[in-house]
């Protein structure tokens, strides 16, 4: 059975930082693409960032510059290290493993960004 298990959410200032993890089990994580996802209230969910298993990276063009998604496949783990935050970027959170149709998703985590 799959499992993701986000962990890192919280309030935070505006400019300030947070990393975000997300722990993998169930799955040959290595070969999976992992990715991030928000949704913030009113809105729909939408692609943050994301991981191929070979490392290639893509990101929402809101984010470019400000968050670095990473991954270590010995730790089964992915992370979203997220920069000079935004009010805009408060959301929940979730985590993604993608293998061709197989999905699933994490029960995420809430980012508050807010002075």
């Known amino acids: 059975q799959v499992q993701l298990v986000e962990s890192g959410g919280g309030l935070v200032q505006p400019g300030g930082s947070l990393r975000l993890s997300c722990a993998a089990s169930?799955?040959?994580?290595?070969?999976?693409?992992m990715g991030w996802y928000r949704q913030a209230p009113g809105k729909q969910r939408e692609l943050v960032a994301a991981?191929?298993?070979?490392?290639?990276?893509n990101y929402a063009d809101s984010v470019k510059g400000r968050f670095t998604i990473s991954r270590d496949n010995a730790k089964n783990t992915v992370y979203l290290q997220m920069n000079s935050l935004k009010p805009e970027d408060t959301a929940v959170y979730y985590c993604?493993?993608?293998?061709?149709?197989?999905?699933?998703w994490g029960q995420g985590t809430q980012v508050t960004v807010s002075s």
């Open positions: 169930g799955i040959i994580f290595s070969i999976y693409t």
């Open positions: 991981i191929t298993g070979g490392g290639s990276t």
């Open positions: 993604n493993a993608k293998y061709r149709v197989a999905t699933s």
